[in-house]
């Protein structure tokens, strides 16, 4: 523990030393002192030549003018091999981060289609703002909207013309009763991979409504759903409790499944670039009996996933100051790799924030009006 305590300590101290070489008074002082070992050279020559090679057992011996320029030119050396390691280190950081930066900008013309996208559902929803009463049916093709823009995006964003990308919509509700009264369905809500003997009823779930779907089929301003949602069976899954933890005791697992219901639970976005490798996170990365990763891995084996949802990616609805996120919206497309380019994380997700806001303002006039 001492040596790690030691070789850190030093390992800091030497970061701050080529941090202060940088100074510009740094690289003042080592070439004063290079000029002084020089001006010692030259005056004291024999003394310099007498006292090479240099034996500290011998150090009487040698004059002072000796020692003051062997001391001079070594703080010389150091100073300057300093500064130029520092400069060096700082220009190799900074073609780092240049290179970074190029690889993760948007796609040429992308952030000109944005702001056409955004305008054009920026009016669509502050429009449907201004109906007082506006019906669910008047709802969704706005939603509709928003969503087909998003996955025109997200496809322009991976730069993957020839693949097709969708966008849907898992709401959020505090128990399946809840849905019930919401949607005006009477039958009961079939909930995903959840452990055998589990209270359902009870559960707070995500469940998608196939009519607030749309994707790149059909041009940004369509307003039909997405056709292929029609042949996958519905589906719905759990969130923890508010006052639930999402991670077991250790805090090394996860209780919470991947995609919607953990972006609702952390909200954050989050993607996965193979649904195939998802039976395998649940059983690396989270808590659930091997019953539940069996069922994800027989959902997204079958076929109509696999040729429709190979990557998908999941992006909480949430309002600025939201705490709790109203659903999620899920990002999908029929090829490995959705947004797995460096610039997601920092450059997609937060772009796309405006259009989630718009989505969260549609979806509270959705849910507070009658089916």
Known sequence: ???????????????????????????????????????????????????????????????????????SFLIF????????????????????????????????????????YFEQCH?????????????????????????????????????????????????????????RDNSGVTSELSIKFVERDTATER????????????????????????????????????????????????????RVLPGAPLTFFTLEPNAYQDTEELGKWCREHGDFSESVCSQVDQYFGQELAKSGIRSFASIPIASVDDKIAIGVLNLHCNRVGILNDPGAPSQFFPLVRPFTTLLADSLRKYLSTKN
Do not use: C
């Open 1 to 71: 523990m001492k040596s790690a305590s030691a070789a850190a300590s030093l390992q800091s101290g030497w970061a701050r030393w080529l941090k202060l070489a940088r100074h510009p008074i740094f690289a003042t002082i080592a070439n004063a002192l290079g000029v002084f070992a020089g001006l010692m050279g030259t005056l004291y020559t024999d003394d310099i030549r007498n006292a090479f090679p240099f034996q500290w057992q011998n150090l009487e011996a040698y004059s002072a003018h000796a020692i003051f320029f062997w001391i």
């Open 77 to 116: 050396a150091f100073t300057f091999l300093s500064r130029e390691w520092s400069v060096d280190k700082q220009r190799v950081e900074s073609e780092k981060r240049l290179e970074e930066t190029i690889r993760t900008m948007p796609p040429r013309g992308f952030v000109l289609e944005f702001a056409r």
């Open 123 to 179: 009016k669509a929803v502050r429009a449907l703002e201004k109906e007082e009463k506006a019906t669910r049916e008047q709802i969704r093709p706005i939603v509709r909207v928003v969503l087909s823009s998003i996955a025109h995006l997200a496809r322009r964003f991976d730069g993957a013309e020839g693949s097709m990308y969708a966008a849907n919509i898992m709401l959020y509700y505090l128990n399946a009763q809840s849905w």
């Open 203 to 254: 559960l707070p779930v995500l469940v998608m409504d196939k009519t607030l779907s749309a994707s790149t089929k059909s041009v940004p301003s369509g307003t039909q759903p997405d056709p292929d949602m029609n042949d996958l069976p519905d589906i719905a899954l759990p969130v923890p409790n508010e006052d639930q933890g999402g991670r077991t005791d250790d805090g090394k697992r996860w």
